[in-house]
T-cell receptor, first 116, second 109 residues
Framework: ETGVTQTPRHLVMGMTNKKSLKCEQHLGHNAMYWYKQSAKKPLELMFVYSLEERVENNSVPSRFSPECPNSSHLFLHLHTLQPEDSALYLC???????????????FGAGSRLTVL | GQNIDQPTEMTATEGAIVQINCTYQTSGFNGLFWYQQHAGEAPTFLSYNVLDGLEEKGRFSSFLSRSKGYSYLLLKELQMKDSASYLCAVRDGDYKLSFGAGTTVTVRA
């Protein structure tokens, strides 16, 4: 496996379900990200982890709960979601080297979430 | 807050040139990125500008003017496979990358 892998690619869940999205990066990067992509809207940054520590939390509702057990894996735990949470959830990783570095993000293909 | 504007859609003919403009007003600036995203696929990195001027990479070029808060992505010798969404993004700080809504480019034969 290479790059950034996300599973599942598609997920349909009810508002009372609990599910998790998984992301794995095989690039040796030190930072991982969750973004939300809704139709015709800009990508929204949700969470950033650097060296397994959360460094950004963009006012995301508590029904989304991230977990970063090590530098290669990132999870997004979902519970009691709303229909407006239906979107494409993109994971990304980068080699962060401070403000002077380019810090280019490599994205996964995304998990398409539908909340009924 | 962050404000990044780019046109919603553009159409061009195969072999032609298209220029996608991006204007931004952000609280900080540590570089401007362009990404390409085909439908149903991951965004992929195209270019990075942190200093004023033009960066050329094959058929794609990107320009930045920090004083004007302006960038453009130039796509030359358009091919059908260039039909995609092009995302302008500005980095503020170490990690935060703010995106525009994307420009959907359609290449016609």
């Amino acid at each position: 496996e290479t790059g950034v892998t996300q599973t599942p690619r598609h997920l349909v869940m009810g508002m009372t379900n609990k599910k998790s999205l998984k992301c794995e990066q095989h690039l040796g990067h030190n930072a991982m990200y969750w973004y939300k992509q809704s139709a015709k809207k800009p990508l929204e940054l949700m969470f950033v982890y650097s060296l397994e520590e959360r460094v950004e939390n963009n006012s995301v509702p508590s029904r989304f709960s991230p977990e970063c057990p090590n530098s290669s894996h990132l999870f997004l735990h979902l519970h009691t979601l709303q229909p407006e949470d239906s979107a494409l959830y993109l994971c990304a990783s980068s080699q962060a080297e401070g403000e002077s570095g380019a810090n280019v993000l490599t994205f996964g293909a995304g998990s398409r979430l539908t909340v009924l | 807050g962050q404000n990044i504007d780019q046109p919603t859609e553009m159409t061009a003919t195969e072999g032609a040139i298209v220029q996608i403009n991006c204007t931004y007003q952000t609280s900080g600036f540590n570089g401007l990125f362009w990404y390409q995203q085909h439908a149903g696929e991951a965004p992929t990195f195209l270019s990075y500008n942190v200093l004023d001027g033009l960066e050329e990479k094959g058929r794609f070029s990107s320009f930045l003017s920090r004083s004007k808060g302006y960038s453009y992505l130039l796509l030359k010798e358009l091919q059908m496979k260039d039909s995609a969404s092009y995302l302008c993004a500005v980095r503020d700080g170490d990690y935060k990358l703010s995106f525009g809504a994307g420009t959907t480019v359609t290449v016609r034969a």
